[in-house]
């Protein structure tokens, strides 16, 4: 297949460009650099098969010739307030992605009658009230909030996607991603990985926000490119979950860093604004993947972290 791929230069879409060039398709890939990075994808930039543009998916997007596939990727995703690159400090940005972005997009599916997967999120359901999420739960979600800007344009991109599926037709899926890791994440991303791996390399004490009860699942990023491969072969229109269901609490996937990098200088508890407004748990039901992709994380924390740490070493400029 011709794929175009929004968000390219970003962890995710660099990973799902490597994936697709390998299984023989050929990828446009559109960024702005706004949250991607050009490293990311140095690499393909001498493979016939990958063309890339720099270019803002809030304005109309032109791809000469025809697609058979859209994937729209690209979005400001960290939550990290102190990033400058956080959505919390890019708010119009990410509700342009989620908005303009996803009605550019959807009009390139449309125009070349191409499938269209739409990359969604967990935050969809807010800090839940039904635990594990399943697709079918609407969420429980605050409009007017911090993480409103995030949560809400991936929502309205999840309507907007259904409405071009309803209405014209749209050849449309959407994925759900739950918590990912590996390498060419940012160390700078706020989320509890590149926080606590970068400490715990450091040879730091791991900050835990609250008393680390709070929990969260970890799925590697080669499982997760696997289940969106599938889920874009498919003909299934709903949502679907991807994540790895193996919950812990923060606590002890703090412990579980500092066994596999094998630092000993333990932890630091504070009490901070950002425990209670983060998500208490977040767990996917992914009955869905299993039953219809056929599809379930292989790769376990303890491996993931190994495949993930060289990475951050080199970041870190550590041996």
Known sequence: MRILITGAAGFLGSHLCDRLLVDGNEVIGIDNFVTGSRENIAHLMGNEKFTFYKHDVSNDIFVPGTVDAVLHFASPASPNPQSPF????????????????????????????????????????GDPLVHPQVETYAGNVDPVGPRAVYDEAKRFAESLTMAYHRQHKVDTRIVRIFNTYGPRMDLEDGRALPNLLKQALLGQQLTIYGDGSQTRSFCYVDDLIDGIVRLLLTEEHLPVNIGNPAEMSLLQFAETINKVVGNRAGFTFIADARSARDPQRRQPDITRARTILGWEPKIDLEEGLRKTIPYFKKKLGLK
């Open 86 to 125: 956080a959505y919390f400090n890019l708010p119009i940005q990410t509700m342009k992605a989620g908005a303009l972005g996803t009605h550019n997009t959807l009009g390139v599916a449309k125009a070349n009658n191409a499938r269209f997967l739409l990359a969604s999120t967990s935050e969809i359901y």
